[in-house]
């Protein structure tokens, strides 16, 4: 199983970036997607998730990010707008199984991707 991110860069406050995770390997359409991130000196913490055809978001994001997927293509999209230097982060994303209540868990995905740096510049 691979997980490629791309996708990342620097970009002003209030600009936007589109991140791509391309799967191989897995049956695509029975995972569950998500995006984490993880800036430095923090733990990851969860973005976005795409699940039975509903989205989640983190109420950082909420308003801002969208995720999507694209099953022909086996991948999965993270359109970042209006973005913060908060948002600075390396951004994995990830499949799984994990049920609704434990979408926001990372030990709950079982594949991973190499992490895309994200650089918002004030």
């Known amino acids: 199983v691979q997980l490629q991110a791309s996708g990342g860069g620097l970009v002003q406050a209030g600009g936007s970036l589109r991140l791509s995770c391309a799967a191989s390997g897995l049956t695509f359409y029975s995972y569950h997607m998500a995006w984490f991130r993880q800036a430095p000196g923090k733990e990851r913490e969860f973005v976005a998730a795409?699940?039975?055809?509903?989205?989640y978001y983190s109420d950082a994001v909420k308003g801002r990010f969208t995720i999507s997927r694209d099953s022909a293509k086996n991948a999965v999209y993270l359109q970042m707008n209006s973005l913060k230097p908060e948002d600075t982060a390396v951004y994995y994303c990830?499949?799984?199984?994990?049920?609704?209540?434990?979408?926001?868990?990372?030990?709950?995905?079982?594949?991973w991707g190499q992490g895309t740096l994200v650089t918002v510049s004030s």
């Open positions: 795409f699940k039975g055809g509903s989205t």
């Open positions: 990830a499949a799984g199984r994990p049920i609704t209540s434990a979408l926001k868990t990372p030990n709950q995905y079982a594949f």
